[in-house]
């Protein structure tokens, strides 16, 4: 594939990404944004492949698509009556927090972009002595060395983190008596 | 190539959806949501520094390890969304006030 | 009492004979309700015995004259005390013996009456004041004396105060009294002024310093001081309206017949006896202050008086309006009689007159008082006092009756009475005066001879309607009814009948000349003209008699007396000559608009003044009110409500929500960062 073509391609994904996004926080509708952040998860792991990232963009779609959104679903399916029956909708219309909201994230857009733009990526110091991963190299072989050699104790630390999420979350949702 | 300011604006964007999302939504699940955002946005600002990483490849480490942490975090979340209804009876972040003064 | 000499003795118990009495009206004033009959008695008894043994020392000696120093105004020294002449013994004589008389019968008279202790305090009272006044020295004190018993008087016209008619009876005669002491001040203000003394002795005595006093032209010259001469008539004037207020003279007499609310025994001490008699007596005591043309005045108006009631008492109905009015026209004579200069014979009419007048009224009382135990006994009620309603009460009542014949013949002068030797006395002087005179004077004594007839006239009338006729309210069956007073009544009846005898005042039956009472006095300046002495008394009795079977006919045979009833003038003589319509319309409708005047002016003006002020307060306050209220408080109130304002503002950014607080959080960070950062 030349330039162009990848680029469109990448363009398509990114424009997915941000509609799917944008739709996912403006829908009044609960299980419809849930299933459009489905289509952002997966646009996402799309754009991933795009930074030769592959193994972490299955395992975007493995761990998000796959257990997190399915996680949301099942928690929103099987809670209560009420719990359905409370969503309130949006308030419509432009209310005061609504205002803040949108204006705070405009702020924070615009300081982002202008130093993004502002920024020569291209010739920072670490960019120029980088090496760059090559289309043709095993990231998987590269992510399995590095977490067993230098990225060992997190590692173990993140295995002992999710058990504490586990037991931590499983007490926490249990029925009867609370916490 | 693309270039990599690209990804970033892309992150940028999606990280202030996030953020939109956590300030003006009633649902504390859509504001889950926007967490989940903000997080996404910052694994992909972690992807794209990576690919000029091949010798400790730690952007893509660190866009692992924040996956999983991401989907710890919206567990716990979950079910602190369930006690906070039972107490509440809502799950709409602005019922639960009184912290108010 | 050693170490006093004999003129201090004598001061000491004319003292203690006019004290008594006040003893008594004290002490029964604080003692309990209903007794003081018998202290009374006992008190005006002693003063009675305590004045005849000063008239046995003192008649016809020089006169006794003590006085201390009272008190001190700047350098002026006022003296009080005592002056014992002719006069004085003779008043406080007959003072107190009319006293003992009214005091016994009134033990029976007001025997039921639940105020009585109340009543024989003011008898008390009254004699007191009249005993002061017959022997004070100085005029002031005779002023004192003088309002004491006009008090008096209005206490006891206003005895039964209950009664309306009566409590404006004693206003009436305590405010016509007033007038004359009025006049009585200001002419001890003119002496005082001209010879700056008030001792009668010094004053009137003889060889006084009104004696001495010369009239220089257009001046009244004295000792020091001299001014103009009209002063002297205006004093003499002045006195002259004080004695007539209380001796009720024209124009001043309307007090008397309204003065009859009283108890009757009242009426026969006070308004017949004593009290009036004051009057006269005041201007025999300063007789020398009186000009000539004061004196001609004198006969005038006491002429007119005497003329005056006789007509009206020829009409009325009411017994004690009828002896009211005879009163009246006695005193006219009286006064008279010091006008014409006969100053002894004045006296003698006065002394004379206080016991038969007394006797007539006694026995009216008595009269009344069995009419009043008839109605009561027999519920039938109507007004006692009525002539009208009378008749044949002669075979029930004989006291009565004859003790009412006896006064009337000495008030008509008929032969063997008292009266007989005073009153035609007065005229026999009147008619010598008149001869002396020329031009209207003459007519004069013709005036009161007229008068006397009249006085026979009514005073016989009241008999016969009284007492001898048919009973005209009473049928006769129920007559037998009535019987005679009780003993302590008729006694006083009898005692007085003896003293309206002349065998008290004169061994001779028929000349006054030998009177050891008129011999007492000064002797009158005019001409004697001795064809009187035998003329006047002989047409005056013939005249009488006439007049009195005249009287007989009419009222007992009832003959010719309702023709009568008819003629205007019986209808101006009944309504008294208009004399209450006349001063009601002068004086007293001005008088009652003035005071509606002033109690308008006073409830508008001022009183609107004062609630405009006090209005005027309320709205400044109110002013103050909303000011304090709103301005001050509310500065006081902005500044808490600032605060209020202030915290809940700021309260509202710990809302609780956690959206709230994360966008704050990033509002501030965001624009921190632009502002250093980027700007």
Known sequence: MNMGEEQIIFYF????????????????????????????????????????????????????????????????????????????????????????????????????????????????????????????????????????????????????????ALIGAAHLARKGGKS | MIPIAHFMLISACLFCTGLYAVLTRRNAIQVLIGIEFMINAAVLNFVAF????????????????????AAAGVAVALAIILNVYKYFKSIDPTKTNTLKD | MGGLNLTENIALIALAAALLPLFSFVFILLSKKGGGANFALASVSLSLVLSLYLFSQLWNTAPVHQQFS?????????????????????????????????????????????????????????????????????????????????????????????KHTASQAAKKAFIMNRIGDLGFLTGILIIYTQFQTLDLHSLFGDGGLIGTSSIDGDLWISGSQQMPVIWLSIAGFAFFLGAMAKSAQFPLHTWLPDAMEGPTSVSSLI??????????????????????????????????????????????????????????????????????????????????HAFFKCLLF???????????????????????????????????????????????????????????????????RAFEWGAAREGVFVVLPWVMVL????????????????????????????????????????????????FCTFIVFDSNPVSFESSWLWNGFQISMIKEISIFHWLIPLIL??????????AYRIYVRDKGSNKMEVSWLYHVSNREWYFNEIYNFMFIRSVEKLSLLTYRFDRTVIDGLVLSVAALTKIISSIADWFDRNIIDGLVNSAGSLSRYIGRFFRNFQSGRLQNYLTTMLLLMLSFFILSYLI
């Open chain 1, 13 to 164: 994904f990114a424009a997915s990404v941000l509609i799917s996004a944008l739709c996912v926080v403006v829908m009044k509708n609960l299980v419809r944004s849930i299933f459009l952040f489905f289509v952002t998860l997966f646009s996402l792991a799309a754009l991933y492949l795009f930074a030769l990232a592959d193994f972490i963009a299955l395992a975007q779609v493995i761990i998000y698509a796959g257990g997190v959104l399915v996680l949301m679903l099942f928690a929103f399916m099987l809670s209560n009556r009420e719990l359905l029956s409370s969503l309130n909708p949006v308030v419509s219309g432009f209310k005061i927090n609504n205002f803040a909201g949108i204006l705070i994230s405009l702020l924070l857009l615009f300081i982002l972009f202008t130093v993004i733009i502002k920024t020569d990526l291209n010739h920072l110091n670490w960019m120029q002595e980088s090496v760059p991963i090559n289309s043709s190299d095993n990231t998987t072989h590269l992510i399995g060395i590095q977490t067993m050699t230098t990225y060992l104790l997190p590692f173990e630390i993140l295995s002992v983190f999710l058990m504490m």
């Open chain 2, 50 to 69: 990576g690919r000029y990483d091949k010798i400790s490849g730690g952007g893509q480490m660190f866009a692992l390890f924040a996956i999983v942490l």
């Open chain 3, 70 to 162: 009272w008190f001190l105004i700047g350098t002026v020294q006022f003296y009080a005390g005592v002056l014992l002449n002719n006069l004085s013994v003779l008043m406080m004589v007959m003072v107190s013996g009319i006293s003992v008389l009214v005091h016994i019968y009134s033990r029976e008279y007001m025997k039921n009456d639940p105020n009585i202790s109340r009543y024989w305090a003011y008898l008390g009272l009254f004699c007191f004041s009249m005993l002061g006044l017959t022997i004070s020295d100085s005029l002031l004190l005779i002023y004192i004396f003088w309002e004491l018993v006009g008090f008096s008087s209005y206490l006891l016209i206003g005895f039964w105060y209950s």
């Open chain 3, 271 to 352: 308004h017949a006896a004593t009290m009036v008699a004051a009057g006269v007596f005041l201007i025999a005591r300063i007789y020398p202050v009186f000009d000539p043309l004061i004196l001609d005045l004198m006969v005038w108006i006491g002429a007119f008086t005497a003329f005056m009631a006789a007509s009206i008492a020829l009409t009325q109905n009411d017994i004690k309006r009828i002896l009211a009015y005879s009163t009246i026209s006695q005193l006219g004579f009286m006064v008279m009689a010091i006008g014409i200069g006969a100053y002894s014979e004045s006296i003698f009419h006065l002394t004379t």
């Open chain 3, 362 to 428: 006694l026995a009216a009382g008595s009269v009344i008082h069995q009419l009043h135990h008839y109605c009561e006994k027999n519920g039938h009620d109507f007004d006692c006092q009525d002539i009208r309603l009378m008749g044949g009460l002669r075979k029930r009542m004989p006291f009565a009756f004859w003790g009412m014949c006896i006064a009337s013949a000495a008030l008509v002068g008929l032969p063997l009475t008292s009266g007989f030797l005073s009153k035609d006395s007065i005229l026999i």
């Open chain 3, 451 to 498: 008068t006397s007839w009249l006085t026979a006239f009514y005073i016989f009338r009241l008999i016969f309607k009284v007492f001898l006729g048919e009973s005209r309210e009473i049928k006769m069956d129920r007559l037998v009814q009535i019987n005679d007073s009780p003993a302590q009544m008729t006694s006083v009846l009898v005692i007085l009948s003896f």
């Open chain 3, 541 to 550: 009795n013939f005249g009488s008699i006439v007049l009195i079977f005249v």
